[in-house]
């Protein structure tokens, strides 16, 4: 969160612009920078890069994590096309970025614009806190309630045949039709907390004379909306957009503990896919390509929504 | 002037969205507090309140054991950060030098990769190196996990401070070092604050990193302890809502404490900008 | 919020990105990929073996099981205990999971640098196969011979846990491990409901269907079933296969002898057979979403006629349901003998690295000793090698139990379970059964699923 909302810092200060001159005037090169970022590089190097091109290494080939490794090319590339199952994980990616992100910023927009005035009222840091507060909780333990909530006798199954929606009742998380929407949804109550922090933060920010302006023009709400709001919070939805996107595509904690994938095949997603063929089915190379595919599936996307919001400063 | 038919209704969106946040946390609470007998997955109010789930959790799931891995690993890696991450921000904010804004944005790379993609690897790594089945190897990948967010972090922190500081701290003939320590790190305690309990949160929640690199009872930490404990007692949901307040608890509670503070945080920059 | 995954100057980072990830790929290429592990393959000299347990020294054993289930959950830790007081220099160092999470965990954890000693491994090619073949487990003739394993198991459940040292070839060469419980799936049911609809214990799939379309009319939900735990599903799958195809088709599937395929009409019939059930409501509503603990609790609760699932389960409904409940195995035609899936529960194993073999195996050999086997049954639990003093109280569902264990081994009844057929085949055969009930998948579609990766396990051996 904290970098989301420096974002800005960043972004409208031209003089930060990296490549730009730094805050000291000497000329000449001063060596003892490198020696200042040594320790962080070598950490970042040795336990993230480095096996990030490994990865791309090791999807070429098959190997089953234990004995001598054969070469593949782009044999484990091609059966992610070929198979339907792989296929089928990264569609149920995109079904959750409607789920984690489309839906939450869509209604945190609606509440936003009902709620202009929100960050000047009063006790509005409790709302702030509370609403926020799914996103502190480990998705862990997110996953262990919302499994007892979709429970065939939970709570959810419960209150609908309380009022008399017998025929609604399911196992929700056991349900072909239902089982991913449902886990959907829990990335939705997991996120809107967050789209709606960011997005009063940003209308705090929006000077309130534009409003007056609006008003003055005889602009109703949804002139108001269009020509005010949305405009000044391009930057916060891009970042929610971030955020939640790459959530979406990462999910793992919450499918290993909710449904392991199932029923049948029915939630499985890439980040599980990885996991259960590299440690559990062995093999390494088919997963390592999946987790290649998903890296640039999210660097894709990340710099298609940064490409959403103009250039605004000498960045 | 905000009129009292707006207000009402900014009130009403809040609270209806505050409870639905809160509704299923509170009916963990509730549940855990239910005496076993009465347990349901429906989230049935006690009858009496019950605090035998939480000793019965703690006991069967080694709870104990976990926390205590949770907290080393948390820890560490907070102080890690926090010292790599002020070296670096203080070198590319304020040195220059050839290559720097290449290696700034190689650091920058970490924050885009999911562990999902870095993780096999690293596994096979460590291994070799007999470092799986050990607390480094959770610490030092999560290190470097959350340097790509503490580099960018501290380095735009050490760039708002106004030049005048510096010039005036170098003219009074201050080294790197000392200009370092004792003007900037001070000044920017509230930045620091900010990143150590973000580091915190995303390192005692983290899964998969654990899930993979600890297989040795006593190391495991908090969330996977509460995983496994979830499919071992499937019909237990007193017990499972237990285990999971008792997993969910610190991080919460150092947000009560502190959530003034980490939003503000998070949205000086937004106001600075 | 979980995620340090950020999104930030994305360009910039991107482009570094594919820089970075370039050049450290350019290097990578030099090195020859992904080479075998030194210690691949590699096993212990066989050197002398010592049973002498005091002698050791101070030991700390780790051991993994998945005794999770009340039963073999007190056995376990009474035997461990029993084993500490009389070894004093020996800690047991216990870890229990879920035989889903085990199934997770386990290769990472035999792989790590400090792998457990003692482990309980699923026999078959996904589990003990690929560990025999990443040199992680120890074979353990030589302690077989020492404490009379080998001839104390009948051969049928010694070959079970039997692999080549390549791990290719199963059922012959080493042995890897022994089995403490004896297991068949079968058919629990509630003898009072049962009599009230005048009917008597089925003993042939027909008769069982009878039974539940009986109970089906009268309004009785026929079987409790729950799948959402995935394994339970190649438990059902598996009753009906054992009646509609055979044991000679079903041990040249899973046996991999050839000359079968999970398209074969006998396979085809069970997948109909189950289908059928799901569809006439006789597996109830929403099993994919219920747990198979809630499922083996409502059947305790009186809430259905029969459950199907395996021995281990009968201490959990015994002390529930006292002398109400029975269990039956199905022959696959009246007059024939029962025929099932089962034999030994998971086997326990010593892994390469234990640094104290000889204490591993006397820790092994003191769960399936004929003290180990009394202590199990003593907990409810059915021992692999039922004593000659081990008789259940007529009328108990551990004499039921006791019985039909008897008629399915002495008459060589005993099927393998069905996901030990290839690396993968737990996955593909637990989903594919929840698409097949739920109505996702057609049988035919089902076989064909099946029988892909079979065919591909076929081609890559």
């Avoid at chain 1, 929610?240 to 793992?252: E, G, N």
């Avoid at chain 3, 096993?43 to 073996?49: E, F, L, M, Q």
């Amino acid at each position: 969160m904290a970098v989301t909302a420096s974002r800005p810092t960043a972004r409208k200060r031209p003089a930060d612009a990296p490549g730009g001159r730094p805050a000291r005037r000497r000329g000449r090169i001063q060596w003892k920078g490198y020696l200042y970022a040594l320790p962080a590089l070598t950490v970042l190097t040795v336990f993230l890069l480095v096996p990030l091109g490994q990865l791309v290494q090791i999807s070429l080939f098959h190997w089953d994590g234990v004995s001598a490794s054969t070469w593949a090319g782009f044999a484990n590339y091609t059966e992610i096309a070929r198979d339907p199952q792989l296929r089928a994980g990264f569609l149920h990616s995109l079904v959750l970025i409607f789920f984690f992100s489309v839906l939450p910023i869509g209604l945190a927009l609606l509440l936003a614009a009902i709620t202009t005035r929100a960050s000047r009222l009063r006790g509005v840091s409790v709302f702030r806190a509370l609403i926020f507060l799914p996103q502190v909780v480990a998705m862990v333990v997110t996953a262990t309630a919302w499994t007892a909530i979709y429970a065939p006798d939970g709570v959810l199954n419960t209150a609908l045949r309380a009022i008399g929606l017998d025929a609604v009742a399911r196992p929700w998380l056991g349900d072909f039709t239902t089982a991913l929407p449902s886990v959907g949804l829990i990335g939705t109550w997991l996120e809107i907390g967050l789209c709606l922090v960011l997005f009063i933060a940003g209308i705090g920010q929006i000077p309130g004379e534009l409003y007056e302006a609006a008003k003055l023009d005889g602009a109703g709400a949804v002139r108001e909306f269009l020509a005010v709001t949305l405009p000044g919070l391009r930057g916060q939805i891009t970042v929610a957009l971030t955020l939640t996107v790459i959530a979406a595509l990462k999910t793992f904690d919450l499918v290993y503990v909710a449904t392991h994938g199932g029923p049948g095949n029915a939630t499985s997603l890439p980040a599980f896919e990885v996991y259960n063929r590299a440690f559990g089915t062995g093999q390494v190379g088919s997963a390592c390509a999946i987790a290649v595919v998903l890296t640039v599936v999210i660097l894709l996307i990340t710099f298609l929504i940064t490409k959403l919001q103009p250039e605004e400063d000498g960045t | 002037m905000i009129s009292a038919r707006e207000r009402a209704l900014n009130y009403v969106v809040l609270t209806v969205f505050a409870a639905l946040a809160l509704v299923p946390l509170i009916g963990v609470v509730a549940s855990a507090l239910t005496p076993a007998a009465q347990a349901s997955p429906t989230f049935t109010w006690p009858h009496h309140l019950d605090l035998g789930n939480f000793a019965t959790a703690w006991r069967q799931g080694h709870f104990a054991a976990y926390l205590g891995s949770s907290v080393l690993v948390a820890v560490s890696v907070v102080v890690l950060t926090a010292v790599l991450a002020v070296l670096a921000g203080f070198s590319f904010a304020l040195f220059d030098y050839p290559g720097r804004s290449l290696l700034f944005y190689v650091t920058l790379v970490g924050l885009m990769v999911p562990p999902e993609a870095f993780v096999i690897p690293l596994y096979f790594n460590l291994r070799d190196a007999g470092l799986t089945d050990s607390y480094w190897a959770l610490i030092l990948p999560q290190t470097a996990q959350s340097l790509a967010f503490g580099v960018f972090w501290m380095r735009n922190f050490f760039r708002s401070v106004p030049v005048s500081i510096i010039e005036a701290a170098r003219l009074d003939g201050a080294t790197d070092w000392r200009l370092l320590w004792r003007i900037l790190v001070p000044t920017s305690r509230p930045a620091l604050l900010t990143m150590a309990m973000l580091v915190f949160m995303w390192t005692w929640n983290e899964f998969l990193l654990p899930l993979v690199m600890i297989t040795d009872e006593n190391k495991r930490t908090a969330p996977l302890g509460l995983a496994f404990f979830q499919s071992e007692h499937t019909t237990q949901y007193s017990l499972l809502a237990a285990a999971s307040i008792i997993v969910a608890l610190p991080v919460v509670a150092l947000y009560v404490f502190l959530q003034r503070h980490f939003i503000s945080g998070m949205l000086s920059g937004a106001v600075k900008a | 919020m979980t995620e340090r995954t950020r999104g930030r100057s994305a360009r910039r980072t991107v482009a570094a990105a594919a820089l970075a990830t370039g050049l450290l790929t350019a290097v990578a290429a030099c090195s020859p990929g992904p080479g075998g592990n030194a210690s691949a393959g590699a096993t212990r000299t066989a050197g002398p073996v010592s049973t002498d347990v005091a002698k050791a020294g101070k030991v700390t054993l780790t051991e993994w099981d998945q005794n999770t289930d009340p039963g073999t959950d007190a056995s376990t830790e009474a035997l461990n205990k029993a084993f500490m007081a009389k070894y004093p220099n020996v800690t047991i160092k216990r870890v229990s999971r879920s035989f889903s999470d085990l199934k997770t965990t386990l290769k990472l954890a035999l792989s790590s640098s400090n792998p457990p000693d003692v482990v309980q491994a699923n026999q078959g090619y996904p589990d003990m196969g690929a560990f025999v073949k990443a040199g992680l487990l120890q074979p353990v003739d030589s302690y077989a011979k020492v404490y009379g394993w080998d001839t104390a198991f009948p051969s049928q459940l010694l070959d079970l846990n039997r692999f080549s040292t390549d791990g290719k070839t199963w059922k012959s060469g080493s042995l890897f491990g022994v089995s403490q419980t004896g297991e068949i799936v079968g058919i629990y049911y509630d003898k009072a409901k049962l009599k009230s609809l005048g009917l008597a214990a089925p003993t042939t799939l027909a008769g069982f269907e009878t039974a539940l379309a009986k109970a089906k009319s009268s309004g009785l939900q026929p079987i409790s079933y729950g799948d959402a735990d995935k394994s339970p599903g190649i438990h059902i799958f598996g009753v009906v296969q054992a009646a509609t195809a055979g044991k000679a088709e079903v041990r040249k599937l899973v046996f991999d002898e050839g000359g079968a395929k999970w398209t074969d009409p006998g396979s085809l019939k069970a997948a109909t057979t189950l289908r059928g059930w799901a569809d006439k409501g006789y597996l109830g509503s929403g099993f994919n979403g219920e747990s198979k603990d809630q499922a083996v609790a409502d059947f305790a609760a009186g809430k259905s006629l029969f459950l199907v699932d395996g021995t281990w389960q009968a201490a959990v409904l015994e002390p529930k349901m006292k002398t109400n409940v029975g269990f039956t195995a199905l022959s696959p035609a009246a007059g024939q003998p029962p025929l099932t899936q089962g034999g030994e529960g998971l086997a326990w194993a010593m892994t390469s690295k234990s640094e104290h073999p000889d204490v591993a195996a006397a820790y092994i050999d003191f769960l399936v000793n004929s003290n180990g086997m009394k202590v199990l049954a003593d907990h409810g639990n059915l021992p692999a090698l039922p004593q000659a003093d081990y008789r259940p109280a007529a009328g108990t569902v551990d004499a039921d139990i006791l019985a039909q264990w008897k008629a399915v081994s002495e008459k060589d009844g005993l099927l393998p379970y069905l996901d030990y057929t290839t690396p993968t085949f737990y996955d593909t055969l637990t989903a594919a059964v929840q698409e097949l009930t739920a109505g996702q998948l057609t049988p035919q579609a089902f076989g064909a699923q099946l029988q892909s990766d079979y065919a591909r396990f076929q081609q890559g051996s």
